[in-house]
């Protein structure tokens, strides 16, 4: 009777972990969707410090939860990308989210827990046997890898990672090139014009990524225009251009179905750059 009692007990431990684990990934999922479609920046910028230590708490007693991680990943980057300008801060708050965003992966895709240290064609070898199921986590610290490049841009060990972050981002848009709007796709836009032609770089590529980028979301996505304008119109001095992407953005509507925030925060960019064309021009 102890041992079947002892069972028992066991089993209900058992299921009360789940249903916490459970509320806990939908506590996550939920708060993250609210901020996602906040359209006040001011409280966003306030409030989001408060729910990455709510986070952090949570993951305490879930360590291991690839769900719980993701999401702490993507909004400790991007917060600090969107929200940091101090660049020391900046720089923890991009260390931070690259160190979640790598468990998250190591935990769901087995070989990504040595992505960083294997040879180069090791790691073309393992891209050919991922599977569309593998996107969301190699996405995700694709995408963290790639905010904690541009956080440490002035260390030219950070910056030679940037090919193996760029090989992550070729895989996902080959297996699925409309995952998270078509983000992936973005920012091959950015790897191709990071540097002028002379130098490497290869806007007219860059160019393309991005007008795939923005057909993929059909326009909804912002900042995808944004960034074209900055990146790519920006180099190769096409104020036209510049100015007409960056146009449609003021005008657009922004709200969208976990857009609103990252449309506003596009507008606020574009804003700026057009405010500062004169003098780049």
């Avoid at 998270?180 to 032609?197: K, N």
Wanted: aromatic fraction near 8%.
């Amino acid at each position: 009777m102890k041992r079947i009692a002892f069972l028992l007990a066991s089993l209900v431990l058992s299921g009360c972990a789940s249903i916490v684990s459970s509320v806990t990934e939908t506590l996550a999922g939920d708060l993250s969707r609210a901020i996602l479609n906040n359209d006040d920046l001011a409280t966003v910028r306030e409030g989001v410090p408060a729910f990455l230590i709510v986070l952090d708490a949570l993951l305490t007693s879930n360590p291991d939860n690839p769900n719980l991680l993701t999401a702490a990943a993507r909004l400790n980057a991007s917060y600090a990308t969107g929200f940091v300008a101090d660049q020391a801060r900046q720089s923890k708050l991009t260390d931070k989210a690259m160190g979640l965003s790598y468990r998250a992966a190591c935990n769901r895709v087995d070989w990504l827990c040595n992505v960083r240290e294997m040879p180069f064609q090791e790691l073309e070898a393992r891209l050919l046997g991922s599977i569309q199921k593998d996107v969301p986590a190699i996405y995700t610290f694709a995408s963290s890898w790639a905010g904690w490049i541009q956080a440490h841009s002035d260390d030219w060990a950070a910056i030679a990672e940037l090919a193996r972050v760029k090989a992550l981002m070729e895989k996902v848009v080959e297996l699925d090139a409309n995952y998270d709007d078509g983000a992936a796709v973005m920012y091959l836009g950015v790897f191709e014009t990071l540097l002028p032609p002379a130098m490497g770089g290869r806007p007219e590529v860059g160019r393309r990524h991005f007008e795939r980028a923005i057909e993929i979301s059909d326009g909804r996505y912002l900042m995808a225009k944004v960034l074209f304008a900055e990146k790519y119109a920006r180099l190769v001095f096409d104020r036209q251009l510049h100015d007409t992407l960056l146009t449609e953005v003021m005008i657009a509507d922004p709200y969208g179905e976990a857009l609103t925030l990252i449309n506003l925060v596009a507008q606020d960019q574009a804003a700026a750059l057009l405010k500062s064309a004169d003098e780049y021009f």
